[in-house]
DNA sequence: TAAAAAAGAATGAACATTCATTTTTAGTAT
DNA sequence: ATACTAAAAATGAATGTTCATTCTTTTTTA
């Protein structure tokens, strides 16, 4: 009896694909049967990894999710001081995001349009835990103004999102000393 | 001979359908017939108005991405200093995206996917020339920092999005305290 | 060699768009 | 005012295509 393993490779070609074709042509014009073919693989096959295109999805964005939070977070831990450890944390994203350039515009798209579910969508949120603390203790010490951390949020790390989009689509280009700039606007508005 | 009049009212049910049904379900499940049936109209009809889908969904962007600068515009003269003119911006789009959920939406979901063709965007873009402008002007002043307007506007205007986005998912309400601490924030991280 | 994995072709539903008709509109004649 | 008419506007019902998913058969694996 043979065991149960699916190729594990053939799953990472799927999940490449969607990602690429979902950021090219959008969730609307990206059939199964394009992921196959760009996978190498027969569209049955897709059935054989995922339950549907909407599981499909889910799982895409979940997983792509987990990376980018396992990556910003790779070298902070919790007993860094709070000012070092935002520095630490929101130059790794910027990094993800300049690096990452497909995996992080998937999420762009995932986070502004209904194609997640709502589901997948909570357990996207989960991973950030650890900035929130962060600001929670910030808040404490007295560092980091007492504002909801949405809009913490909004104003040091979504900003990110946006640069990234722009120099996708070729409007500029986003060099060091940008990035640079962009971390001291952060953290300026964030500061107390 | 009758003259070439097709009711407005019309048009605009179908536009108004199409900005509801794309913020709720997507694009990709946002079919013609669904369109036309929210509009009190025959799927037929669309095409009296527009040439498909895409152009409709183009045109509607265009549309609602003239009204949002309009409206953000409104109160504002060149004559006016730096600082004021920024505020007075500022709250005029803070406004629209609190009162104008549904456009303000759209627009959000359409400035992250590829739903909207390349003419179109570039279309769009061109509204903001007069904030551009200020920041121009700013910078010559020494009043606002010497960077690329697309940090400016990552940093003072885009964050307000992220909060209505989440606002409109029912993650946080947004009061008018949060608003001024916002509005500080977004200034903070422009002004020299 | 038997079960798992994969494949290609088939199925049926959903959809964008068009077609053939009907209804409305507004100018004109009575 | 009223009736007439021709074009415009609108419609519901096709049409043909695209696509997600399933089915049957073949290939791979242990």
Known sequence: MAKLQKSIEKRNALVKATINLVNNNG??????SK??????????TIYLYFDNKQDLVNKVYIEVKAAYTAYAFKNY?????????????????????????EEAMFLAQCDNTPIIDEAS???GLKHLQPLLDLW??????????????????????????FLMVMQQ????????DHLEDAYQAAWNSIKK
Do not use: C
Request: aromatic fraction near 10%; hydrophobic fraction near 40%; proline fraction near 8%.
């Open 27 to 32: 969730f609307h014009a990206t059939p199964m």
């Open 35 to 44: 992921i196959a073919k760009m996978a190498n693989v027969s569209p049955a």
């Open 77 to 101: 831990s919790n007993d860094i001081p709070v000012a070092k450890g935002f520095e630490i944390i929101w130059k790794r994203i910027a990094d993800f995001k300049l690096k990452e350039v």
């Open 121 to 123: 969508r909570q357990e």
């Open 136 to 161: 929670e203790k910030g808040k404490k010490e007295g560092i980091i103004k007492p504002l909801s951390p949405y809009l913490l949020y909004a104003y040091s790390i979504n900003p990110l999102s």
């Open 169 to 176: 689509r070729g409007v500029f280009q986003l060099n060091q």
